[in-house]
């Protein structure tokens, strides 16, 4: 992920929060647009502007390999931000609003700093990850601002997430002759862990604001906190890349057991609702 994929993110979650703020001071008489009684289906799609979260990975559960990092040894970083996209069909009773939401999210990258003994000031590592998620969420509406109508939610469910590309890189070793040498034309010895897809228990709390635009069609806008559980490299061979004192790459593969992070993100959600 470049800095320029990162400041025009950046901008669109700004413009978010912006549009936000111009639709809070809506004319109040838009409000009375919204529908009254029970009983409403609805069918909505949003766009989310997840911001950048702190990953932390360190050793998970003994799978009855080795493990990868042992004690005061990590792989911290930052997962970058990126766009969600989520459609949901809903049923309304009075103020309470329940629905079923699936989110697709684009390939994120991580980028980190691994911390091993002897491998330097410097340890740079890489992944990308992808998830999709379903939820069953519930919203109540609460009171006015503006031209729109106040509400929170929160809502359980699953996390799928793929893992892959995960590489820790060495290119300034504490001793520059030794296990981590550099090959004969510069190239940086690196290690390689598995891939994987898993699914984790997933929650989210929101809160946020809706303006009716016309009678059957609301626009939401919120603020998301989601914890999508853990996330995990799998449990077998890593590989390790590494130069003899000849130069000659040496491959080897070294079972391991699985490492693992939390995933909690924070969210900016802008979301067309129809009510059919």
Same mark, same amino acid.
């Given at each position: 992920? &470049?800095?320029?994929?990162?400041?025009? *993110? /950046?901008?669109?979650?700004?413009?978010?929060?912006?549009?936000?703020g111009c639709l809070c001071a809506?004319?109040?008489?838009?409000? @009375?647009?919204?529908?009254?009684?029970?009983?409403?289906? %609805?069918?909505?799609?949003?766009?989310?502007?997840?911001?950048?979260?702190?990953?932390?990975?360190?050793?998970?559960? +003994?799978?009855?390999?080795?493990?990868?990092?042992?004690?005061?040894?990590?792989?911290? =970083?930052?997962?970058?931000?990126?766009?969600?996209? $989520?459609?949901?069909?809903?049923?309304?009773?009075?103020?309470?609003?329940? #629905?079923?939401?699936?989110?697709?999210? =684009?390939?994120?990258? !991580?980028?980190?700093?691994?911390?091993?003994?002897?491998?330097?000031?410097? #340890?740079?590592?890489?992944?990308?990850?992808?998830?999709? *998620?379903?939820?069953?969420?519930?919203? $109540?509406?609460?009171?006015?601002? =503006?031209?729109?109508?106040?509400?929170?939610?929160?809502?359980?469910?699953?996390?799928?997430?793929?893992? &892959?590309?995960?590489?820790?890189?060495?290119? %300034?070793? +504490?001793?520059? %002759?030794?296990?981590?040498?550099?090959?004969?034309?510069?190239?940086?010895?690196? &290690?390689?862990?598995?891939?994987?897809?898993?699914? =984790?228990?997933?929650?989210?709390? @929101?809160?946020?604001?809706?303006?009716?635009?016309?009678?059957?069609?609301?626009?939401?806008?919120? !603020?998301?906190?989601?914890?999508?559980?853990?996330?995990? /490299?799998?449990?077998? +061979?890593?590989?390790?890349?590494?130069?003899?004192?000849?130069?000659?790459?040496?491959?080897?593969?070294?079972?391991?057991?699985? &490492?693992?992070?939390?995933?909690?993100?924070?969210?900016?959600?802008?979301?067309?609702?129809?009510?059919?």
């Amino acid at each position: 992920m &470049t800095q320029v994929d990162n400041r025009c *993110r /950046t901008a669109g979650l700004a413009g978010l929060l912006l549009g936000l703020g111009c639709l809070c001071a809506a004319p109040p008489g838009i409000a @009375a647009q919204a529908p009254t009684g029970l009983g409403r289906v %609805s069918v909505s799609v949003g766009v989310d502007g997840v911001l950048p979260a702190d990953l932390r990975f360190v050793d998970g559960e +003994d799978a009855g390999e080795a493990a990868l990092y042992g004690d005061d040894q990590s792989d911290a =970083g930052t997962l970058g931000s990126g766009l969600e996209y $989520r459609l949901a069909a809903g049923y309304r009773f009075g103020a309470f609003r329940a #629905q079923v939401e699936l989110t697709v999210t =684009g390939q994120r990258a !991580y980028e980190g700093q691994s911390n091993y003994a002897g491998g330097g000031p410097v #340890q740079p590592t890489e992944a990308r990850m992808n998830a999709r *998620r379903l939820l069953l969420s519930g919203f $109540r509406e609460f009171g006015a601002l =503006g031209g729109g109508r106040l509400w929170v939610g929160g809502g359980l469910g699953a996390n799928r997430y793929r893992l &892959t590309d995960y590489v820790q890189r060495f290119p %300034s070793p +504490d001793d520059p %002759s030794g296990r981590l040498r550099r090959g004969p034309a510069g190239e940086v010895p690196s &290690t390689s862990l598995p891939a994987n897809t898993g699914y =984790g228990f997933a929650w989210m709390l @929101a809160a946020g604001l809706t303006v009716p635009l016309r009678a059957d069609v609301l626009l939401d806008f919120g !603020y998301r906190y989601t914890d999508a559980g853990r996330v995990r /490299t799998g449990a077998g +061979d890593i590989d390790v890349v590494r130069y003899d004192e000849e130069g000659s790459r040496q491959l080897r593969r070294v079972a391991i057991n699985p &490492t693992g992070a939390d995933l909690r993100l924070h969210s900016l959600t802008a979301t067309l609702r129809w009510l059919p």
